[in-house]
């Protein structure tokens, strides 16, 4: 089956019950599949078939849900995009997936028309009520006024498990962007072994929070409804004393965030209780002790930690009904077999660190026109994560302990060094840097930049962040930068960012 063929089964069971509620709007379940069989018939019209790739370059909404499901109905190829990225970002994932359409809202549009002129067939602005038009040599159409001039039967198009489904855009080592490529299958494996880690039910309500173009919140948090009949209240953003109200008001019994969003929860000033709440899943990003120590004080709730990589989606999780160890990440979910590697791919003994590789159901099958990336993301059969692990003794739950690629994750993103580097390295008075994570209470790591500059320049912060502005995403740039004489090397000249991480 398909994640579709699960919301048919939905709409068969649940028809008129509320599926979705955002910005005063509450669709049924039938309201659904009617609405994005409407988004496929409007997505068709723009020539879009089956393999062709749609990008989805907007905020959380309905509208983006329905686009969503239209392109999988029609056999398409979703392609969420962080509505943060700027122009160099932006432009290099466009013209890498060369998508059919873009479907953007009103903010994204006019940076799409700059970067991508000719990348792109047409637009589709979501529609929220009526908008002023942007400037744009393109024709502009709202996306919600084409649906409701269309039919909301089905399509005759049929939509096989091995197909293509999602391509979403992942930093590597070297900078740039590698679209991970992910099937129906993947798609809906993965929703059913975490239904079933998590004891996810039709009456239960979550409180969805996380952005719709990172596959926690697409993969784990709509998926999960979709599939098992529950209720969600949508929100726009995280803002932590409005979720705080909203879980109480909508009787939540699961709410989902990275471990910022659990931090900024546990501070709120207010009394509000929540008996409802059952279950809070963490992920994104390593959840420190202390985080997780304050949420369970506060609510009584000891939030579950899982593990997973949008090449991956989630292979580890701890389960609903044991205890849960903090610090780990629990098991392999269903359809998952885990090793724990040294340098020769020999797995290592219980207790020992080691690579940490998966293969099984829910692991992609590579990067989009990336033959290259793709086979050496892989041994075996095996995906290399690339983050060190350790197994408890006697094949007890699973610790992660670091991030071979010295991957930065703050506030749930992913914010990979080289990427920043290259940014940084374009200011015509730096001569070197190095970008590094340290320890932050709040968003878990922030990003740290240890800055050389050419000789006799100076470079304040405010005009370093002013510079990277148009380069790269707001939660990409270093919070915290020193400026240094030298970078420390070592014999074979490479940069020993452990020293630098020390001395931050």
């Known amino acids: 089956m398909t994640i579709l063929d699960r919301l048919h089964r939905s709409c068969a069971r649940f028809a008129q019950k509320t599926a979705l509620s955002f910005d005063e709007r509450h669709p049924t379940f039938a309201d659904l599949d009617g609405g994005s069989n409407a988004a496929a018939r409007v997505l068709s019209a723009f020539g879009v078939k089956r393999g062709d790739r749609v990008a989805l370059y907007a905020s959380n909404s309905l509208e983006f849900v329905l686009a969503y499901l239209g392109t999988l109905k029609l056999g398409a190829i979703a392609l969420p995009i962080n509505p943060a990225y700027r122009d160099a970002e932006l432009a290099h994932i466009l013209g890498d997936a060369t998508p059919r359409l873009v479907v953007a809202d009103r903010d994204g549009l006019g940076r799409v028309d700059a970067v991508a002129p000719d990348a792109v067939v047409a637009v589709l602005e979501i ?4 908008v002023e ?17 269309t039919g909301m039967g089905p399509l005759d198009v049929t939509v096989e498990r091995e197909d293509d489904a999602l391509l979403v855009y992942t930093s590597g080592t070297t900078g740039k962007p590698k679209g991970a490529l992910l099937t129906h299958a993947n798609l809906i494996d993965n929703a059913l072994a975490l239904i079933d880690a998590f004891g996810w039910t039709e009456h239960d309500r979550l409180v969805h929070a996380l952005p719709l173009f990172h ?7 709509l998926h999960g409804a979709l599939v098992t009949g529950s209720e969600v209240l949508l929100e726009s953003r995280f803002d932590a ?3 705080l109200e909203h879980l109480a008001r909508f009787e939540a019994t699961l709410f989902m965030g990275v471990p910022t969003m659990f931090s900024r929860l546990a501070d709120v000033a207010t009394a509000v209780r929540l008996p409802d709440l059952r279950l809070c899943i963490c992920g994104s ?54 090793r724990i590697v040294d340098a020769t791919n020999t797995p290592v003994a219980d207790g ?38 350790r197994r408890d003794a006697h094949g007890g739950e699973t610790a992660l302990v670091g991030r071979a690629r010295e991957l930065v994750i703050s506030g749930g993103l992913n914010v990979y060094p080289a990427e920043v580097e290259q940014a940084i390295a374009h200011h015509p008075d730096v001569a070197e840097v190095a970008v590094f994570g340290v320890p932050d209470p ?18 304040t912060s405010a005009a370093l962040d002013a510079f990277l502005v148009e380069r790269i995403a707001s939660f990409k740039k270093p919070k915290v930068w020193r400026v240094v004489r030298a970078l420390p090397k070592n014999a074979m000249g490479k940069v020993q960012k452990d020293v630098l991480r020390d001395h931050a």
Not at 215 to 221: D, F, K, N, Q
Not at 303 to 322: A, C, K, N
Request: net charge positive.
């Open 127 to 130: 529609e929220r009520g009526e």
């Open 352 to 389: 020992a660190v080691g690579e940490l590789q998966v293969r099984g159901t829910s692991v992609g099958r590579g990067y989009w026109n990336d033959e290259a990336a793709t086979r050496a993301a892989f041994v075996d059969g095996w995906f290399k994560t690339g983050d060190l692990a």
């Open 285 to 338: 990003a390593p959840l420190q002790d202390a985080v997780a120590e304050r949420f369970a004080r506060r609510f009584g709730i000891e939030p579950l930690q899982r593990y997973g990589m949008t090449e991956t989606l989630i292979t580890f999780s701890q389960r609903h009904d044991r205890p849960r160890i903090r610090g780990h990440v629990g098991f392999p979910v269903a359809g998952i077999e885990a």
């Open 442 to 459: 709040d968003f878990g790591e922030s990003v740290a930049a240890a800055v050389v500059l050419r000789e006799g320049a100076t470079l």
């Open 215 to 221: 596959v926690h919140g697409l993969c784990v948090a």
């Open 133 to 149: 038009r942007p400037t744009t040599h393109r024709p502009v159409h709202a996306f919600m006024s084409a649906l409701r001039k």
């Open 241 to 243: 004393a409005r979720i």
